[in-house]
């Protein structure tokens, strides 16, 4: 049973993560590559602003023993300063290609940073110690917390689902996709462009700041082997299975192909000579999915909605019936 | 003996190496406008190919190294055969993120095989000779050497064969290559042979340089790759040579003279500042027209 919990629990986490990145991939069609970045900061910041002073010899910053649910917030707000920081570099001229090696190349030199800086977070050995905050205070046991602790992923899960549906077929939704479609289109009816997309990139960033808070305290240790190009590569290649721009696709993609890859990647044979069997077999499987639905199906299993009446309907079934709706 | 001079013999050591990736990964996005994210796994197969050539079938120097290149080239042609021109005509970005999959599959079968422990295949670093005001060591001066003749062979075969005149036909404009009668696809195909000949053995070179290496050999060494490529201008060889020299020499000098574990995160630096200020190369002068991104 707590295996179960606990699949649901990091699933519902990286559901909050992807519907964030999705606002800025699916929606605006800015494929960013410093967005685990912002999940790893919220971590960091998590950890340092809970855990107490260090310990010598380890070394980090802060050394705060703050209430997690402040922490949280506290943290997240430094996620959308940095956020806000690389945003307005890589967003006001650069776009495709150029603005995803410009976020790798920001997002690589932080992660430098990180590793060799240890009074930051102190490098390789990372931080460790959030272990199941609010434990006592709730008065339950260890499974019980982890229990509590799922059911509260899941709520606010729910909630950051509600939100981004309805901006999605709001108004400011709408806006993004069409800035997409074309911006020279879009500028021309009046669109301001870098707000429009620079507002969803804050937005999508504070999602990855409050995932990454949770999952500070759902792995209670944080290093920078946990955030590896590797990681969002997954988070793409679910959100591409369950359908880029919808926020219901979305979700059921990250379950799928987490709790999917989970249970399938179990039965890999995996040697105690070659421990690295398994894990190097998944990620193998990831970038054939990528790939794959790229190649074959593009558009996920829940194909993006044209959001209002039937005129526009008829306009996403024309799309989808030229080439097929294309990254 | 002055301590600059020697600093800059080991930059133009490290910028030798990235000048061979960076070519090589500009001759892919000049015949199929895409930015291949599985460049640097050229280089990591052309170094575990070496290491094959050497712990396995006890090959001399000479007999890893092309066996560094003849993988290359093979995993160059599969990658456009079985990726790139799979996705022909799709959106630039489309085929920039299934090249990163491909770069995650290549990453991860090499691990399956090779482990995930770093290796290594040592020739021995030779001994140190003085060259002029530069300090280099034998392995050095192969490298510095290697990378001069092949700039100059590839220069040779892209102004004075029909080949390269048929390459540099199809990066201006593949239809109206195909429509004057060259065989475009054909074309493609062996500059990506050539590409990924040329990446093996910047991977040979690269692990040889480094000592030990693994499976991510090439991926971390990608980014300074397209730094030197943004620097002379992403889809023109001889300004991405240029480029490669820049930056190879100012990561190094910058390493040098303040903590060289930051190395690459001044690389990465690079990068960000070149992309915004001079997206299209620093060498783009009034009156060039840069190729457009």
């Not at chain 1, 462009?193 to 700041?209: E, H, Q, T």
């Not at chain 1, 526009?312 to 294309?326: M, T, Y």
């Not at chain 2, 910047?202 to 000592?211: C, D, N, S, V, Y």
Request: glycine share 12%; aromatic share 12%; net charge positive.
């Amino acid at each position: 049973m707590s295996y179960w919990v606990s699949v649901i629990t990091e699933s519902g986490i990286f559901a909050i993560l992807a519907l964030g990145l999705d606002m800025i991939w699916g929606w605006c069609g800015d494929f960013d590559l410093a967005f685990y970045g912002y999940l790893a900061l919220g971590s960091y910041m998590t950890m340092v602003l809970t855990i107490g002073k260090p310990v010598p010899p380890t070394q980090y910053i802060l050394g705060l023993t703050l209430p997690y649910p402040l922490a949280i917030v506290v943290a997240d707000v430094i996620v959308v300063a940095l956020a806000a920081i690389i945003g307005a570099v890589a967003l006001r001229n650069l776009r495709e290609i150029y603005f995803a090696i410009t976020t790798l190349g920001a997002v690589s030199a932080l992660y430098l940073v990180v590793e060799v800086y240890t009074p930051l977070f102190d490098g390789y050995n990372g931080l460790f110690g959030l272990i199941n905050p609010g434990q006592s205070a709730l008065n339950l046991t260890y499974d019980g917390y982890r229990d509590v602790f799922m059911l509260i992923v899941l709520g606010i899960l729910a909630v950051t689902y509600l939100v981004v549906q309805r901006l999605s077929s709001s108004p400011f939704g709408r806006m993004l996709r069409a800035v997409r479609e074309d911006e020279r289109a879009a500028s021309a009816y009046g669109r301001g462009i870098f707000f429009a997309k620079y507002r969803a990139y804050l937005f999508g960033a504070a999602l990855a700041g409050l995932a990454g808070g949770l999952f500070a305290a759902y792995i209670s240790a944080f290093n920078p082997s946990a955030w590896t190009p590797q990681e969002l590569l997954v988070i793409y290649a679910a959100i591409l299975v369950g359908g880029r721009g919808n926020p219901r696709g979305v979700i059921v993609g990250v379950f799928v192909v987490y709790i999917g890859f989970i249970e399938l990647t179990r039965y890999l044979p995996s040697p105690a000579s070659r421990p690295e069997f398994a894990p190097a077999m998944r990620q193998v499987l990831i970038g054939l999915l990528i790939i794959l639905m790229l190649r074959f199906r593009p558009s996920g299993i829940f194909a993006e909605r044209a959001g209002g009446g039937r005129e526009s309907r008829d306009l996403a079934a024309a799309k989808r019936a030229e080439v097929g709706a294309d990254a | 003996m002055n301590t600059f001079l020697i600093d800059v013999g080991i930059g133009l050591a490290t910028a030798s190496i990235l000048a061979l990736s960076a070519v090589a990964f500009t001759l892919e996005y000049a015949v199929s406008r895409i930015a291949n994210f599985a460049h640097g796994e050229l280089l990591t197969i052309g170094a575990y190919a070496a290491y094959s050539g050497r712990v396995i079938f006890h090959q001399s120097i000479i007999g890893a190294a092309a066996l560094a290149v003849a993988a290359g080239a093979l995993a160059g042609l599969v990658l456009n055969a079985g990726l790139i021109e799979q996705f022909r005509g799709r959106h630039a970005i489309t085929v920039f993120i299934a090249t990163l999959g491909a770069s995650l599959i290549i990453q991860n079968l090499l691990m399956i095989i090779y482990g995930a422990a770093d290796v290594s295949y040592t020739f021995g670093q030779g001994s140190l000779h003085h060259v002029g005001p530069f300090l280099w060591t034998t392995s050095d001066i192969e490298v510095i050497v290697s990378a001069l003749v092949i700039s100059g062979l590839l220069y040779l075969l892209l102004q004075r064969t029909k080949f390269g005149k048929a390459i540099r036909a199809v990066a201006q404009d593949r239809v109206l290559a195909q429509i004057s009668g060259i065989p475009a696809r054909r074309v493609v195909m062996q500059t990506w042979g050539l590409a990924g000949a040329i990446a093996g053995f910047a991977g040979f070179a690269l692990a040889e340089t480094i000592g030990t290496f693994g499976p991510s050999l090439g991926f971390s060494y990608l980014l300074l790759t397209i730094t030197a490529c943004v620097a002379g201008g992403i889809g023109r060889p001889y300004a991405t040579l240029g480029g490669a020299l820049v930056i190879g020499m100012a990561v190094e000098l910058l390493g040098d003279y303040t903590n060289s574990a930051y190395k690459l995160a001044y690389g990465f630096g690079l990068l960000v500042i070149l992309m915004l200020l001079r997206p299209n190369g620093l060498f783009v002068g009034r009156g060039m027209v840069a190729v457009r991104a």
